[in-house]
């Protein structure tokens, strides 16, 4: 089959032909329609996320067919835990102590054919063509579980407006919410695309809101966006750092984060945020927008991801 392999960090992926994997007890054989590039496959790639399984094939935002079945699955990044450690059994198997992720312990879906634990895969909306459900999986799924901690926010700010952040702001404002977006300072094709999607002010993230925010959600990698975020929120406001990698925080005065105001992450993803996101989704409806490139040119998707050019999402096509 046709896969494009990441041998080395800081090297690129080389479009290899590897043989058939073969499915363990438990897993299907997958044939892959689509796969979304998220922003941690960029993070694998730099050698930011320093224990990819390799060589590996990235790729954690998954829709397939079972071969020889008429059923399509969605595979996310939480791609195994062993059900009984500590984090599993209080219902956080985002942090299960020996959890495996999809596109770094095990190969993704940067191929033709992949395979997946049965217990991990997601049962997909209908309503959704392969290359607009894919973002789902991990910009949708991921940008959920940061809204939920978001709590009851009305004034939400999003800093950061790509894959999640253009997902999320559709679930916000179909929950009543308001939305503002921040781009990187100057990206005006960003904040035009913000606002085509209901976001109610959208700027650089160099400015202020018009007004005080209720919670944040930072979607961007950048640590010096967690001040930035504590000064615009209110008292008892949240902040949510949604990645997976962030370059340092820098250090701020404690009167940015007095008042109560609180810093949190979020980690990863439980099969319960699959399920009840997936249900959500189709009735907002959220609609994605995705860029398709050949699976070949998952090089150029990856640097046009790094650039910060492309508006929605990246998906691949084997
Ligand atoms: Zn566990
Ligand atoms: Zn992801």
Redesign the pocket.
């Known amino acids: 089959m046709r896969a494009m392999v990441l041998e080395e960090a800081r090297r690129p992926l080389r479009a290899a032909d590897l043989p058939e994997p073969k499915p363990r007890d438990g897993e299907l054989l997958l044939r892959v329609l689509a796969c979304a590039v998220c922003r941690t496959d960029l993070h694998i790639l730099d050698g930011e996320l320093d224990r990819p399984k390799l060589p590996l094939v990235l790729g954690h935002q998954i829709v397939a067919d079972v071969v020889g079945e008429e059923r399509r699955v969605g595979v996310p990044w939480l791609g195994w ?5 500590r ?2 059994l209080a219902g956080l ?1 985002n942090l ?4 495996q992720f999809t596109g770094y312990d095990r190969d993704g879906g940067y191929a033709e054919l992949a395979v997946a634990d049965e217990r991990y895969c997601l049962e997909l909306p209908a309503q959704y063509p392969a290359e607009g459900a894919a973002p789902l999986l991990c910009a949708g799924l991921i940008g959920y579980r940061a809204l939920r901690f978001a709590g009851d926010a009305e004034a939400l700010g999003l800093y950061g407006f790509g894959s999640s952040a253009h997902i999320i702001a559709q679930v916000a404002r179909h929950e009543g919410r308001r939305v503002f977006a921040f781009t990187r300072p100057g990206d005006e094709e960003g904040q035009t695309f913000a606002r085509s999607l209901g976001v109610e002010w959208a700027g650089g993230s160099d400015e202020a809101p018009p007004e005080e925010l209720d919670a944040a959600i930072i979607f961007a990698p950048v640590g010096a966006l967690v001040p930035v975020a504590l000064r615009a929120v209110r008292k008892a406001g949240e902040v949510v750092c949604a990645g997976i990698h962030m370059s340092d925080i820098p250090s701020f005065p404690y009167e940015l984060l007095w008042g109560e105001r609180v810093v949190r992450s979020v980690a990863n993803l439980t099969r319960r945020d699959g399920e009840e996101f997936l249900a959500l989704a189709p009735q907002v409806p959220v609609r994605t927008e995705v860029e398709t490139f050949r699976l070949e040119d998952a090089n150029e998707a990856l640097e046009r991801l790094r650039r910060g050019e492309i508006h929605g999402s990246a998906v691949l096509r084997p």
């Open positions: 835990t062993d059900e009984k450690c984090y599993c198997e299960c102590e020996h959890v």
